[in-house]
T-cell receptor
């Protein structure tokens, strides 16, 4: 897991604001870059994912930006809602998923 | 359409005991992986199985073992339980070991006392 560094550890955003979570990695063999959302007591749910031949992917309010040369990718949540309050994990994959340490997002109404 | 099913949802065991956790993957998925998530941390890889063969193993002691059945369901076994084994155990299902999305079950919360 030291191969993956996720920041910030926690984030508080006003409703309607933009939430940004970052993930830095070392292993250039990673071939798939997902973000998972996890609510207390539940398993991680796939939110959005990108492959290394694409620099950006948008699905609704969620966008991944991928910078291969910098070995970083980020999750942007537009128009953040209280229902988005959860823990988010980046989990780049080389055969297995290498999860980051998680970001606890709180969206204040 | 059923997602990944894990049983039981919660379990309390005593130190030194043995435990078996079960996972049924999404219909049509042939690859199952197991992860351990300690409270406040990200999940850590334990095993991956595909077509009943072990395809990967994480850095866990030999007390941890797993197998996959012909119907692609899987069991995770942990022997000689330690307090430190208390965690949420997650099963992930995918079509193949690589190049495809993986979907997680809700997990089994194991508490060792």
């Amino acid at each position: 897991q030291q191969q993956v560094k996720q920041s910030p550890q926690s984030l508080i955003v006003q409703k309607g604001g933009i939430s940004i979570i970052n993930c830095a990695y070392e292993n250039t063999a990673f071939d798939y870059f997902p973000w998972y959302q996890q609510f207390p007591g539940k398993g991680p749910a796939l939110l959005i994912a990108i492959r290394p031949d694409v620099s950006e992917k948008k699905e609704g309010r969620f966008t991944i930006s991928f910078n291969k040369s910098a070995k970083q990718f980020s999750l942007h949540i537009m128009d953040s809602q209280p229902g988005d309050s959860a823990t988010y994990f980046c989990a780049p994959r080389e055969n297995q998923f290498y999860f980051g340490t998680g970001t606890s997002l709180t969206v204040i109404p | 359409d059923a997602g990944v099913t894990q049983s039981p949802t919660h379990l309390i065991k005593t130190r030194g005991q043995h435990v078996t956790l079960r996972c049924s993957p999404i219909s049509g998925h042939k690859s199952v992986s197991w992860y351990q998530q300690v409270l406040g941390q990200g999940p850590q890889f334990i095993f991956q199985y595909y077509e009943k063969e072990e395809r990967g193993r994480g850095n866990f002691p030999d007390r941890f073992s797993a197998r996959q059945f012909p119907n692609y369901s899987s069991e995770l076994n942990v022997n000689a339980l330690l307090l430190g084994d208390s965690a949420l155990y997650l099963c992930a299902s995918s079509l193949q070991p690589a190049n495809t999305e993986a979907f997680f079950g809700q997990g089994t919360r194991l508490t060792v006392v």
